[in-house]
């Protein structure tokens, strides 16, 4: 499977094209009311206008502050994204879905039980 960075961020992040080579959406490091979260889909490399500490970075960098992970796990986690196309746990969004297909089949939810 091909790595491409943007399907990563995309995980996490809700992002709409902006321009020719950037995506943008709400950032998840901070309240967002307006998007300021912007990914060069490019360079795979993404900033922050609106955090304190001017954050951006590639995807590393990004998995690292989201988890609050040292690096080296955040580049294990990036580094088997690449190689299987997913996160080596699920994300939010994959657990809600889960839950809902659960609650949508009571026998399954009975025999967890």
């Not at 961020?9 to 300021?36: A, E, I, M, W």
Request: glycine letters at 8%; aromatic letters at 16%; one cysteine or more.
């Amino acid at each position: 499977m091909s790595y491409d960075s943007v399907s990563l961020y995309h995980k996490f992040v809700q992002l709409q094209p902006f321009n020719d080579t950037q995506l943008r959406g709400l950032c998840p490091f901070h309240k967002d009311k307006v998007p300021s979260f912007f990914v060069n889909f490019q360079t795979g490399q993404w900033h922050c206008f609106g955090c304190s500490d001017n954050s951006g970075g590639g995807p590393v960098k990004f998995i690292q502050l989201y988890f609050d992970v040292s690096e080296k796990i955040a580049q294990y986690m990036v580094d088997y994204y690449k190689i299987h196309g997913q996160l080596c746990f699920p994300t939010d969004v994959e657990v809600s879905k889960y839950v809902q297909q659960l609650n949508s089949q009571p026998a399954v939810l009975q025999g967890l039980s």
